[in-house]
């Protein structure tokens, strides 16, 4: 009922820039925070940055100053600006949303298939 589908990874130089999109669809009555996580080969999934439906946002200390997330309510998107990549940031990045389907009355969770993100020396 509910799809988030991530966009926009891709291959980088170490320095570069990149934006990631997630769009959520479905049967949606509304969306409360809505984030980026990542996951490199051999770790566990850790947060990049959230933002609440206010605007409020979080961000991993790694990435603070680099990345900047922003969200288009009417569009049900989230983006996630990466700026000065570096090779450590090389992962599989996931959007995830707290979504409230229509004729129910409580929030879930939700998480998108996953877009790599690759950055070279």
């Known amino acids: 009922q509910v799809q988030l589908v991530e966009s926009g990874g891709g291959l980088v130089q170490a320095g570069g820039s990149l934006r990631l999109s997630c769009a959520a669809s479905?049967?949606?009555?509304?969306?409360?925070?809505m984030g980026w996580y990542r996951q490199a080969p051999g770790k566990q999934r850790e947060l990049v940055a959230t933002?609440?439906?206010?605007?409020?946002?979080n961000y991993a200390d790694s990435v603070k100053g680099r990345f900047t997330i922003s969200r288009d309510n009417a569009k049900n998107t989230v983006y996630l600006q990466m700026n000065s990549l570096k090779l450590e940031d090389t992962a599989v990045y996931y959007c995830?949303?707290?979504?409230?389907?229509?004729?129910?009355?409580?929030?879930?969770?939700?998480w998108g298939q996953g877009t790599q993100v690759t950055v070279s020396s």
């Open positions: 995830n949303a707290d979504i409230r389907l229509k004729w129910t009355n409580m929030y879930k969770n939700y």
């Open positions: 933002i609440t439906s206010g605007g409020s946002t």
């Open positions: 479905g049967s949606i009555f509304s969306i409360n925070g």
